[in-house]
Nanobody
Framework: QVQLVESGGGLVQAGGSLRLSCAAS????????MGWYRQAPGKQRELVAR???????TYADSVQGRFTISRDNAKNTVYLEMNSLKPEDTAVYYC????????????WGQGTQVTVSS
């Protein structure tokens, strides 16, 4: 079991930046994979970025080169640096933790709203 709390969302203008944080209730070192997902109104939840325990990262094509996911094990926190934001990035962003190395065991935060104005 792990509790996840997202923060850092808000309203920004296109081209601006935000830094999202996800605080976990257990050491991120023990979490197999952590990631950020987002869901825009009327759309399915989609993967934005994820990072494994070993530091391997994966990004959606739509954010490649603009977003960076990182993990600070000392603070039990993962981050999503969001740069060059576009209106299409507007969504609720959710933190995800997968505790399973073999069988997936997923946990989710409540989400944080990111709104990018034109």
């Amino acid at each position: 079991q792990v509790q996840l709390v997202e923060s850092g969302g808000g309203l920004v203008q296109a081209g601006g930046s935000l830094r999202l944080s996800c605080a976990a209730s257990r050491s991120t070192f023990t979490i197999y994979t952590m990631g950020w997902y987002r869901q825009a109104p009327g759309k399915q939840r989609e993967l934005v970025a994820r990072i494994t325990r070993g530091g391997r990262t994966t990004y959606a094509d739509s954010v490649q080169g603009r977003f960076t996911i990182s993990r600070d094990n000392a603070k039990n926190t993962v981050y999503l640096e969001m740069n060059s934001l576009k209106p299409e990035d507007t969504a609720v962003y959710y933190c995800n933790a997968d505790l399973g190395a073999v069988v997936p065991r997923d946990y989710w935060g409540q989400g944080t709203q990111v709104t990018v104005s034109s």
